[in-house]
């Protein structure tokens, strides 16, 4: 069966011609302050912690955020990738494109339904999707300029009951990103990997007809085959074709232009013939024609009444359609699973939110008010009818919270909140209906004791209601578990952060953040392998910590960067490891650059411990090597034209993630070219 979503490649060809067209100034190599200094990851803004513009290395939370100049330089095939400097945060699954999920402090893993353990946006758009052997986020990093991790349940308060790993939010390119001195602008971006032999074509024209109106449209296709570890053996089903695109366009408007509307719908595409049925492993299911089609509709209202203390209004309209068909299986029908399906979930949801300035004396008070409404369908058919372990539904939930953020005299700031989820799921069987309520709370901290040196810290809960899938679903020999109750989480966080400019020259800087972190996971749910018992079931207790350190050296000249994650847990019914705690990692990146050439080059080192799951799951420790250079020539022809090489895992490692289902990829070599215009 070879299923639709078919779309016009013509493109390509334009955009490898125009690629060498006109020359722009040279691309910024760092980021800079006003006053010409320059600052790290931890110096930018969070966009989604609360109210107020506050920066990360500030913030109660470990945050960190990535921006288009981190995104083009990873030249990352899947989202997955973008997270190397993360830490505590990885991709789990594999390398294909279809087999893509998160994990943040050992919350995650394929062999549950954990998707929702982790809240994930694109333009304020949750993302969802669960499927047998399948990921659950399908998308394009090309489609992207800035994304925010903020890790722990204390992220539960503005996003939503349950998000007990944390929030990855994806924000889309805007016109703005590329309209600096006219009214139009043209970006066209190429790039090869040698392993698997990929290419990349993207596109994007940028137009400002009038001052208050912008608009973008952004065109991607990506292709690749098989690529190999190591030892140089086939990763079978990891060849994909995909194309995605994006159209965007704001309008300002106001006596002071400060209310905007904003409407983004963005697509990701992928339809193959004869691809591997598994895509978080290589279990051999055989093949499957497969077509997925994700798609996101964000219309956003925004209005900072400057001068009014009562009104600074946000309000998001989003709709998320993940759809996957398949079939013609190479094995027998023995199962719903080889039939020819059709499995989605389409999410309506509205979020409207007004943060209050009351402020007063020496303390600066924002108080930030929301309600949240959703609805989610389910849907799983096959020829044979529906699926019982794959149950469609329809999950619907109203949330209403309230995050104050108290700052005494620019020294301390207090967080508190609380959220507040009613929940209904309700079977597409017409079965009974599952319906609860959740509270997650929080209180957080984060205190000044120099101006380089701060301490912070919080306390919260979070519940997180079953899924369908873990309520409904069920087998001839293993009944539904609908007596499940909802997972209580409670997390202690506790930090510390330093950051100081004027190391060794007038601009440099220096900042590093630790946290340390602390779950108490009551009634967590998990999938039960045994035969004649429901197909999950609350475990009684399970307890994860650890400790992250995310640290940097910015200069003119130099750079220096860290990301190091230890998590630890126990089943303590069990005594075992849970297989969702990651490997302890640390990540080091060591630069240069020669800002008068528009050179920047360095080395990347990725250094994984031994883990041992208790249970004879072991994981050995593997090292990989990377090294990069990215040039933006300041004059002659290559003048506007920013070239990134990199090579990968340069001694060629094989090696096994204990998240990833199969082995990692071995040496390779990437080139990215972009050149952007404006007229």
Known sequence: MRVGHSKSLLFCTTALTALLAAPLAAQETVDETADGGVFTRLGRIVLGFGGTETVAIDTPQAVTVLNQDDIDKEQASTAADLFDMVPGV??????????????????GELASSDESKIIVTVDGATKF????RMGSFFSDPELYKQVEVLRGPASSTLYGSGAIGGVINFETKDA??????????????????SNGNEKLVSAIYATRPVDTFETLFALN??????????????????????????????????DTLSKSLTASYSAWNSSLDDTSYAQTDSFNFGTIDRDIFDQTFALRYEDSAPGNPWLDLDVVLTYSDTDVEQGDSSLPAISPLFEDSHYAYRTLSLKAENTFDVSFGAWQNFLTAGIQLSRQERIAKSTSGSIEFHPEGTDQKIGAYLQGEFVWNDRLTLVPGIRADLVSLQPGDGGQDYDTTLISPKIAAHYKLTEDLSVFGSLAHTERTPTLDEIYSFSPTEPASGGLDPEMANSVELGVSYSHYGIFTANDVVELKATGFYYDITDMISRDTTAGTPFYRNID??????????????????????????????????????????????????????????????????????IDYGDGTTYDGYNLHDLFVNWSPQQGPLEGLTIGLTADNIFDTTYRNSLAGDNGEGRSYSIALTRTFEF
């Open 129 to 132: 999707y669960e499927q047998y």
């Open 221 to 254: 296709y990506r292709k690749a085959g098989d690529y190999e570890d190591g030892d140089g053996n086939d990763v079978a089903g990891s060849a994909y074709d995909a194309l995605s695109g994006l159209i965007k366009a704001k309008y300002t408007f106001g």
């Open 541 to 610: 207790h399970v307890k994860l910590w650890g400790v992250e350190l995310e640290g940097a050296y910015e200069a003119e000249r130099g750079f220096a960067r860290a990301a190091f994650s230890d998590v630890r847990g126990e089943d303590t019914a069990t005594g075992l490891t849970p297989t969702s705690v990651p490997q302890r990692s640390l990540v080091l990146t060591l630069g240069g650059r020669a800002p008068e050439y528009g050179l920047e080059y360095g080395w990347r080192g990725h250094f994984y411990g031994d």
């Open 90 to 107: 990885q991709g789990i699954g594999t390398g294909r494109v279809g087999g893509v999920s998160f994990n943040i402090r050992g919350v």
């Open 176 to 193: 703005g990103d590329f309209l600096t001195t006219g009214n139009h602008a043209l970006r066209f971006r190429t790039g090869y990997t």
